[in-house]
């Protein structure tokens, strides 16, 4: 990947969008040094034109945006950065900073509905990874979700065993009703684990996409 800093004076916009759902978070800026930053540590680094300084996201807040993928443009001017992000991506403690306060609840509810029943189905399961992110993060009390983490790793694992096998019986037995609930928890619960083992939805759909072979 051979980037042009030059025709920027040395900087570069860095568009930034959430990997799982596909939503743009936020633009900034990135040096030569910010770049290689931001590739050695996993965690999105820019250069900050205000503070005259490099800044990684979240260093003071712990919102941070863990790299996915990097895709430069046609014009090696401009890097698209997938991220798996921790928190809300703007300061003003929002999920992006295109969110307009007055139109955000109306907007996303138009297009929610736009959506195929797939899509709202994806987007559902991106907005629940959120959540649990969310709740590991700032803990509720009373939460299923956080006495899972309370309990650990092991349990978390156990739970995802349990579930897939209760999705097993159900398969074979052709109980296709239960089954629908039964695998809705192996969902979520494997969501949990991954959460609790440092990995994300986005991580494992990469895998996926590697390991397809379109046809010739």
Not at 29 to 47: D, H, I, K, P
Not at 77 to 91: E, M
């Amino acid at each position: 990947m051979t980037i042009d800093f030059n025709k920027g004076e040395g900087l570069v916009p860095a568009i930034i969008q959430n990997a799982a759902t596909g939503k743009v978070l936020m633009l900034g800026y990135m040096n030569e040094e910010a770049f290689e930053q931001t590739q050695s540590t996993g965690l999105v680094t820019f250069f900050s034109r205000s503070k005259n300084r490099l800044w990684t996201k979240g260093e003071t807040s712990g919102n941070t945006l863990k790299v996915v993928k990097v895709e430069l443009d046609c014009d090696q001017d401009t890097l698209l950065i997938l991220v798996d992000p921790t928190g809300p991506a703007c300061h003003r403690n929002t999920e992006t900073c295109f969110d307009v306060e007055s139109d955000r609840d109306s907007y996303h509810l138009r297009s929610f509905q736009n959506f195929t029943p797939t899509e709202q189905a994806l987007q559902f399961i991106a907005n629940l990874e959120q959540t649990i992110k969310d709740r590991r993060k700032n803990p509720i009390e009373g939460s299923y979700t956080n006495h899972l983490f309370n309990k650990g790793l092991n349990k978390m694992a156990q739970k995802v065993g349990e579930e897939a096998v209760e999705v097993v019986i159900d398969a074979v037995a052709g109980n296709t009703e239960p089954m629908k609930g039964e695998a809705a928890d192996l969902i979520f619960h494997l969501l949990v684990l991954l959460e609790a083992s440092g990995l994300s939805l986005a991580e494992v759909v990469q895998v996926l996409e590697s390991r397809h072979k379109p046809r010739e």
